[in-house]
């Protein structure tokens, strides 16, 4: 299959990558072009969407933020030919991607959201959970090639349903990871060796992707981004926003604390550096 696959970050890029291993043919697209240039000669490194759409039969996003969905698709609906399969696997709006859908749907097209976890590791050895909104059957026609990028393919429901899983996962996450940087901050007060009460962590019932890879990050102040802040925050956000009159108290407590990171410059880093907000005393 013929395939471009618009953002090549430290996400899209391993993926992109497994769909060519893979024997698809795939065209990428970064607003950055060296960012594409550089997975060659995996992948074809283009420099215009439009010129490539007529060359293809899917298309495959995943960018940083909503505007950029919408960006990206204002190209992409217009342009694509017709029948092919566009899927979203950016972390965005819910009603956006319902949005996207009516008018690919329009447009003779078809569309899939499908946003991911499982972070930079994941997109690297292909272990990817996967969720998915949209129809079923192009969901079936799709799957194949989610199994190269991810363990985990789950179908959620109609436009929109992707998106919405990824919300509550993302809630998810937020308990989690504050929780393992509130253990090591008490640990660390009353006078315990914090590798050691991570130890224990990690070997009980507390245990959790987050304590096994960001929990050593915390303690060797290693904040390099294999998911940025601002990304996360940018979910956080959107979470919020779906939330309504829930009384989602970790949710709330997670988006002032990764707001107050923001606001401290921190928007490079990835999500473990939560604890500096700790350690600094900021919250």
Same mark, same amino acid.
């Given at each position: 299959?013929?395939?471009?696959?618009?953002?090549?970050?430290?996400m899209g890029g391993p993926m992109a990558?497994?769909?060519?291993?893979?024997?698809?043919?795939? $065209? &990428?697209?970064?607003?950055?072009?060296?960012?594409?240039?550089?997975?060659?000669?995996?992948?074809?490194?283009?420099?215009?969407?439009?010129?490539?759409? *007529?060359? /293809?039969?899917?298309?495959?996003?995943?960018?940083?933020? *909503?505007?950029?969905?919408?960006? /990206?698709?204002?190209?992409?609906?217009?342009?694509?030919?017709?029948?092919?399969?566009? /899927?979203?696997?950016?972390?965005?709006? *819910?009603?956006?991607?319902?949005?996207?859908?009516?008018?690919?749907?329009?447009?003779?097209?078809?569309?899939?959201d499908a946003p991911v976890t499982g972070?930079?590791?994941?997109?690297?050895?292909?272990?990817?959970?996967?969720? /998915? @909104?949209?129809?079923?059957?192009? $969901?079936?026609?799709?799957?194949?090639?989610?199994?190269?990028? @991810?363990?985990?393919?789950?179908?959620?429901?109609?436009?929109?349903?992707?998106?919405?899983?990824?919300?509550?996962?993302?809630?998810?996450?937020? @308990?989690?990871?504050?929780?393992?940087?509130?253990?090591?901050?008490?640990?660390?007060?009353?006078?315990?060796?914090?590798?050691?009460?991570l130890d224990v962590i990690v070997g009980?019932?507390?245990?959790?992707?987050?304590?096994? $890879?960001? @929990?050593?990050?915390?303690?060797?102040?290693?904040?390099? *981004?294999?998911?940025?802040?601002?990304?996360?925050?940018?979910?956080?956000?959107?979470?919020?926003?779906?939330?309504?009159?829930?009384?989602?108290?970790?949710?709330?407590? &997670?988006?002032?604390?990764?707001?107050?990171?923001?606001?401290?410059?921190?928007?490079?880093?990835?999500?473990?550096?939560?604890?500096?907000?700790?350690?600094?005393?900021?919250?």
């Amino acid at each position: 299959m013929n395939i471009l696959f618009i953002g090549t970050g430290v996400m899209g890029g391993p993926m992109a990558k497994h769909l060519s291993k893979a024997g698809h043919k795939v $065209y &990428a697209y970064n607003r950055t072009f060296k960012k594409a240039q550089a997975l060659e000669p995996n992948v074809i490194a283009v420099k215009s969407i439009t010129e490539t759409l *007529p060359l /293809v039969d899917m298309v495959f996003s995943i960018v940083g933020y *909503p505007s950029d969905v919408e960006e /990206v698709y204002e190209q992409v609906i217009p342009y694509a030919k017709e029948n092919t399969i566009l /899927v979203d696997m950016t972390t965005s709006s *819910p009603s956006l991607a319902k949005t996207l859908y009516s008018k690919a749907k329009n447009n003779h097209l078809f569309m899939l959201d499908a946003p991911v976890t499982g972070g930079d590791l994941g997109a690297i050895n292909a272990t990817l959970s996967i969720m /998915v @909104g949209g129809d079923f059957y192009i $969901y079936e026609q799709v799957k194949p090639l989610f199994d190269v990028m @991810g363990k985990t393919v789950t179908y959620m429901g109609n436009a929109g349903s992707g998106m919405t899983a990824k919300l509550c996962n993302q809630t998810a996450i937020a @308990g989690n990871i504050l929780g393992i940087t509130e253990a090591l901050i008490l640990a660390k007060e009353k006078g315990l060796n914090i590798q050691a009460m991570l130890d224990v962590i990690v070997g009980g019932s507390a245990s959790s992707w987050q304590a096994q $890879y960001n @929990g050593k990050k915390m303690i060797e102040h290693d904040y390099k *981004p294999g998911f940025f802040i601002k990304h996360y925050l940018k979910d956080l956000k959107l979470a919020m926003e779906e939330k309504g009159s829930l009384p989602l108290h970790v949710l709330e407590t &997670a988006t002032k604390t990764y707001q107050i990171l923001l606001d401290h410059g921190m928007e490079e880093n990835g999500t473990q550096a939560v604890i500096e907000a700790y350690l600094k005393g900021w919250i």
